[in-house]
């Protein structure tokens, strides 16, 4: 019999339910105001009360409410249809819901019961299966769209039917197994699993080391993030988070892309609604939105709903790289997210960390970014959930809480820098702050001398000092004045400019210069490198400064450029020319 309760208290969104009977912490419960449900989530449970966070506004309620306890954790349904879908932090289907506004107490079912699916069989009669194994396949958007044993299943079970290839609703057997104590169970084509769990249906879940290709040079070439890394991008207002996040979902070598709005502002949330279904695909020449789904939760979203988005986002990206399928997973932002949890956290008067920020903070971003990652299935299919979110820390301090506990766990580190993009160097990823831990894992290592080049890395961090250097000549510059240091120290800050001009910065609105293929990154690498090494002969910076100048503009039109094309074989005669024209004998 399910357990029932009393509302007792009301602080905003915090709801206190004395309960006469057994609750559990994540249980979810329903709250009748006025004759409609609301749902919310158990969050603490002292003695005969529960603490309930409400995902709805809570106008109207009343001590003496009526709530009903369901026995169940905050649960996604999963299975095909999913893609191209619009969801809010619960998974109700936005498309489904009427007029502008969202109704309170209102709950769409997340997939399409009506739809057949092509469904083909890939299990047979007396296979032995565990929890995460594939029974068959349909086709979702052109992806190969697996039906799984539940992830509940635990044990092992022997297939006792499979039916035949043909078209069936998601709520149609598929297959009947058979457990340890020979009983028969159904398995339809949906299954349904708690956002806060990680889904482990896997073999093992190595370090990850493959490059995962964005086409952004200053990702791919200098802080590269792998496929099943973790990175998150910090930056204050107005530094181009959005866009990189749009170029990295566009252009980045994933099966799928899941974005989470996580308390973004309502604008920004709408731009996603009306440019992604707008975004071709480069990879296949159709829209983008095909292989995307969005959940979305705005700003002005009760913060409840907002804090289960991610997890919502995560378990769907987990089902799906439960498949064998290259994951993208992108939040905006978990500094939102986080805000919502100490909202609640100080409601419930927990004592307070830094910034009044929960104590356990770390903890849970810990937990959080620990679900990415690369697998390998029981098949031995590798699949892979790769994490970027971006914080967006008050004033731009990137010594905030959030930022600082995201930095522990995260791998990569693009720090977005104001002063930058207020110089129009875009992306503004400060290339000094920023890292990618990436480059010391001995299997990366390995991986990028296979594919690319063994000097690879060595260049890559070569490039790194000359900013370094760069930057500090260039501060030297400001103080003493152009006459008050060496032509020599001239040579080493332009070649830290011809870097950045080059590598660094990219004009994400260009058709060519918005995608950087790895061969393309790999030759301007290079030839930026043996420019930087080369010995020149100035006779004063006047001449340093108009020369590398006008080595830049040419390297710019290359970029430009359509990679070996005559015109890009041109530019690049040009550049030797020029360089013959200085360099020492």
Known sequence: M?????????????VTVEVDGPVSQNEICYISVGGVKLMSEVIKVIGKNAFVQVFE???????????????????????????????DGLQNDLDKMDGVFLKRGEYTFALDNDKKWDFKPLAKAGDKVVAGDWLGEVDENFQPHKIMVPFTFQGTFTVKSVIAAGQYTINETIAVLTDENGNDINVTMIQKWPVKKAITCYKEKPRPYKLLETGVRTIDTVNPIVEGGTGFIPGPFGTGKTVLQHAISKQAE??????????????EVVEIFTEFPELVDPHTGRKLMERTIIIANTSNMPVAAREASVYTAMTIAEYYRSMGLKVLLMADSTSRWAQALREMSNRLEELPGPDAFPMDLSAIVANFYARAGFVHLNNNATGSVTFIGTVSPAGGNLKEPVTENTKKVARCFYALEQERADRKRYPAVNPIDSYSKYLEYPEFQEYIAKHISPAWIEKVNEIKTRMLRGKEIAEQINILGDDGVPVEYHVTFWKSELIDFVILQQDAFDTIDAVTPLARQEFMLDKVVNICRADFKFDTFLEVMDYFKKMINIFKQMNYSEYESDQFKK???????????RVEQ
């Open 2 to 14: 399910a357990t029932k309760g009393i509302v007792k208290g009301i602080v905003s969104n915090l």
């Open 57 to 87: 506004s809570t106008r109207g309620m009343r001590v003496g409410d009526e709530a009903e306890f369901q026995g169940h954790m905050l649960e996604v349904t999963l299975g095909p249809g999913m893609l191209s879908r619009n969801y």
């Open 254 to 267: 994933a099966d799928i892309v899941i974005i989470a709005a996580c308390g973004e502002r309502a604008n």
């Open 571 to 581: 530019f690049n005669a040009e550049l030797d020319a020029l360089v013959k024209e």
